[in-house]
């Protein structure tokens, strides 16, 4: 069931997880420097939950913001109405983004169609959204919702201190990776990667395509939502255009891609790489002339696309990336 | 209760518009039948030709109309440009990857407009923007009717093109056929090149006409880029003709909705078509089934 080699994995990642656990403790870091922490650790959270989709299933969704939109909003929303505690609202989100993500996926994978028609509908499904909730008072409309400030604890998951949320996300990715590390070596795993190398082939040797490419939308899209609640919860404030955004999807599938699609842990070396390298260029760029540092962005983008198609960890051997043919 | 009239002033506003977006999506669909790329840099050509028809006004005094034929060149070698340079090496590469290739082309056209030009709405005065013709009851601006003449002979002309021509017999084959068209000996790699830079030239031709009546602003493209996807999925992935009845289709629709409702929700009725067309169509208003 595990791949040979795993314990070194398991080894280079526990060390990286420890001395991320250890970082807070040790040193004293400023709350800006947190916050990028926190960032990156979000980021890489939403980039492992699109992976699972987009990389191993191969079904690359353009609407992922659609799904942290729905946890972002529902978990808040329900809170401010009837004070439903973030964490109930937090699960509910994520039920309701999977059932959006079957419907989704149902549209486009439905008389067998494939490949660019779930790309269409899933961008046009989030746009959807985003015009929904900016036009729909009673959910806040464009100026988006405030949470509310009650006390600080655990339970409503509310903190003055930065500390707490960076645990919170770090804890949520540690288990994000540990659940694509499971996916990746077993059966689903390896359903879902045939799909994607072939599906004519996968449906030929008994694999129930259409199920299982519902299932991969439906996880996605609840582990999409998860961190939607939380990015809600961090920053206290959600409006239609951060979280339903056409960039925000686009920001959810860059680091996959830069970092290596279709593995465990090029989602995760993506954000940590590309996050801040963007951040400071945000810094030194961003004050003199608007609009600079994306430009610079955005041709780091090309720049990728044509001179490291395979992202970060295809630079590194052929053993951990995967075969991407069409 | 709604008037006649209002309705019909819908109807003609909607399929001026209309006709635009036939013009813009009929680019992008090609582009995507024939090289199977999702352009979503089309926005941005859109929005860069837009900009050339509002600056050769402002500064030389240029009629929009008449820069149709400075500007279409212009953005056949832009698109030419675009291909040889950042399309053709990533032509083999997964298609997430072209995708994204051609969104880093977007966030860099985009913010290169921004810090250029501002995020500023401009408009621009011409001494014929508010003259109407009347066609009984119903009021039609002109810069809007001869948009509206352009852009449909335009369209039609291209669809002659394809149908009619050589060049137009080897586009079509390129796009069935790749390896086929190889054989028969059409140079497939020209054929891609030709096509892409078609492609940005219809927003050589949308982008002025758009530009007499509409706002001009460094994201005006996103608008466009997303009403043409529903058309293109509308029509039929690379149909040419579907994009072109897709397009009248879904101006209508969001004019005529607007009338029932508030005018910033209408866009979500472009995308109710798109979903009922999914459910229903889902190879389109003109496609066949495939299996």
Redo the contacts between chains.
Sequence with gaps: MMGRGNWKFFLGLSGALLLLILLPLTFKISSYSLHIFIMVLYFSYLSSAWNLL?GFAGQ?S?GHSAFVGLGAYTSTFLFLQIGLNPWIGMVLGAILASLAGLFIGF??F????R???F???T???A??LA??F??IRFLGGASGLVVPLKEESLWLFQFRSKVPYYYIILTMLALNIFFCYWVRWTRLGYYLMAIRENEDAARAMGIRVMDYKLLATALSAFLSALGGTFYAQYTYFIDPLTVFG?GLS?EI??YP?VGG?GTVLGPVIGTFVLYPFAELIRTLLGAR????H??V??????AI??LA?RGIVGLFGKRFSPK??? | MVSLDLFLQAVVYGLIMGSIYALTSSGLTLI?GVL?I?NVSHGEFLMLSMYAAYYLFQGFQIDPFLATFLILPILFFFGAFTFYF?IR??L??????????T?????????????LF??DFRTLELSYSQKTLALGKISIGVPHFAAFMISISVTMGFYWVLKNTDLGRSIRAAAQNREAAILFGINVDRIYLITFSLGAACLGVAGPLLATFYYVT?TVG?VFL?TS??V??LGG?GNFLGAFFGGLLIGLTESVGAIFM?G??S??LT?VV??VI??LK??GLFGK?R?
């Design positions: 987009g690359h353009i549209l486009s439905h008389y067998r169609l490949g660019l028609y790309v269409l509908v961008i046009a499904f746009e959807i015009i929904l900016s036009n056409f686009i599938l860059i891609i699609v002339t608007a609009g600079i994306l430009m962005y955005g041709a780091i983008l090309v696309m044509i198609p991407k043919e069409k | 995507l199977k999702i950042f090496p990533i083999k590469a997964p298609e997430i990857n072209q995708i994204l290739l969104i880093g082309i977007s966030i860099f056209l985009q913010n290169l407009a921004l810090a501002t995020a460094p996103t997303l996807f529903v293109v999925i992935m508030p910033s929700l866009p979500v995308f798109l979903i999914l459910l889902p190879e089934r299996r």
